[in-house]
């Protein structure tokens, strides 16, 4: 099992046996947590098959004329995992663990199925990645897109950019609470995002 594959594979191990742990309360806490996330994803998913469903199409993906889903080993975060577990039936889980038991042929993402994302909600990184042929594509011809667009990027940075408190460094938070710790934890371990949040409490002082 490559590197990635096991690091993806513990996360999804150690979020689902933390949540089994959980009293109902403490499981209906969380996903009311997630739900506006849950809701903002439904509505960028909308948007993106109202727009782009003709631009990117299975083809794409198998051609390798994208880099979307093409590529190997791509970022998932602690709370991609969390909230996938929290949504997803266990034999979804199983197959994501499954597929990472693999063998990888290293020519596309593992979590690639023949129907596509094998994720219930794929990760954040993949949902907002638009490559340069679609992005021209579609905005080049369509202000109004271009605007809604950017409107939902700003959404996504409410809950994954942590110059304020986010969704996604909360779910960490509260795994780390709970005796955890995880590669995928990004926001308690990348550099970059560790700026992030130092700057943002110095300029709050
Ligand atoms: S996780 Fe899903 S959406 Fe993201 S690159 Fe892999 S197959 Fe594509």
Redesign the pocket.
């Known amino acids: 099992m490559s590197e990635y594959n096991r690091e993806q594979s513990e996360a999804i191990v150690l979020v689902r046996r933390h949540l089994k742990t959980l009293s109902p309360s403490g499981l209906a806490e969380l996903k009311t947590r997630i739900r506006n996330y849950v809701r903002f994803r439904k509505e960028a998913d909308q948007f993106l098959q109202d727009y782009f469903s003709q631009i990117c199409t299975q083809k794409c993906y198998q051609d390798h004329y994208s880099a ?2 093409s ?1 190997e080993g ?1 970022t ?1 975060f602690f709370a991609d995992v969390v909230i996938n577990v929290l949504i997803s039936s266990a034999e979804e889980i199983d197959r994501l663990l499954r597929v990472l038991s693999l063998p990888g042929l290293g020519t596309k ?4 199925g023949k129907r ?4 219930r909600i ?2 954040i ?2 949902e907002m990645f638009l490559c340069e042929h679609a992005r021209k594509t579609l905005f080049d011809k369509d202000p109004s897109a271009l605007k809604e667009w950017q409107r939902l990027k700003r959404r996504e940075k409410r809950y994954t950019w942590p110059d304020r408190p986010v969704l996604f460094d909360d779910l960490e938070t509260c795994f780390i609470r709970a005796g955890y710790s995880s590669s995928l934890m990004y926001f308690h371990n990348s550099p970059g995002l560790l700026r992030v949040k130092s700057s943002a409490s110095k300029k709050s002082r």
Request: proline share 6%; hydrophobic share 35%; glycine share 6%.
């Open positions: 979307c889903c590529r791509i998932t993402c593992v979590y690639l596509g994302c094998i994720w794929k990760p990184v993949c």
